[in-house]
């Protein structure tokens, strides 16, 4: 199934229907990225202090139908650690939360990566549920459970909403 299919509201019309995000906003915001097309709409609307990156997540688990899991004291569970390499937890910016069975819980903050799903499906031998959170809060985890650093550049590039 592709994700585009799945999407029935743009991320801008969500965040106005939230209330979060008013027209003129998403009009300069528009504007903008078009100046800056490698950026993508969340990441300029943050940028310009119209929304949080928490917004932003909230209304790509809307879009996307992915529950929303703010996982700052979400306690892991230790006998996922080792189903997917660290290689991947950073290279996808995702965490493993829990398994039943052959299925894997997941939080990443970019739900519509279906070639990270499917790597992680093969990796782990599991069926991946995914959540979603913020980028912040998911390296936050990385770097405090698993040890992992974060560089400037891969910081930046998992910020990119």
């Not at 739900?111 to 499906?121: H, R, S, V, Y």
Request: proline share 4%; net charge negative; charged share 20%.
């Amino acid at each position: 199934m592709s994700w585009e299919v799945s999407v029935k509201k743009r991320i801008g019309e969500i965040l106005i229907e939230n209330g979060t995000l008013n027209q003129e906003q998403l009009q300069a915001a528009l504007k903008l990225q078009k100046q800056e097309s490698a950026k993508l709409l969340g990441q300029v609307l943050i940028e310009l202090g119209y929304v949080t990156e928490e917004d932003i997540v909230v209304a790509l688990a809307t879009q996307f139908n992915v529950p929303y899991l703010p996982i700052g004291n979400f306690t892991l569970n230790e006998t996922v650690n080792g189903l997917i390499p660290k290689e991947l937890i950073t290279k996808y910016i995702c965490v493993p939360l829990d398994r039943i069975g052959n299925l894997l819980t997941v939080v990443m903050s970019d739900p519509t990566n279906e070639e990270a799903i499917k790597e992680i499906e093969k990796v782990s031998n599991c069926k991946v549920q995914i959540f979603v959170a913020t980028p912040t809060e998911i390296m936050n985890v990385i770097q405090d459970h698993f040890r992992i650093s974060f560089s400037p550049a891969q910081n930046k590039t998992a910020h990119n909403l």
